[in-house]
């Protein structure tokens, strides 16, 4: 909901409280990397997204995230 009301920055700390909480949660990690993506902070969402895969190899969200940020 931070993230679709444009606050990032926010939504960076909620989704870090919850990894702390599940630290195989490859959603939260998905989604705390685009929240970095959206703060301008590509390299550190590109390590979110690919531990998310690394976590659910199977979240397509997570690799088109990661293809985006592709050059």
């Known amino acids: ?14 989704f870090g ?3 702390a909480l599940d ?3 490859a959603q939260s990690d998905n989604n705390r990397g685009v929240a970095l993506q959206s703060l ?5 969402a590109r390590q ?3 531990r998310a895969l ?3 190899p199977g979240l397509t969200e997570a690799r ?8």
């Open 17 to 19: 409280r919850a990894l």
């Open 64 to 71: 088109r995230n990661l293809r985006r940020l592709e050059p």
């Open 40 to 44: 301008g902070l590509k390299e550190a």
């Open 48 to 50: 979110d997204y690919a």
């Open 54 to 56: 690394a976590v659910d």
């Open 23 to 25: 630290p195989r949660d």
């Open 1 to 14: 909901m931070l993230l679709a009301q444009g606050n990032a920055a926010a939504a960076l700390n909620e």
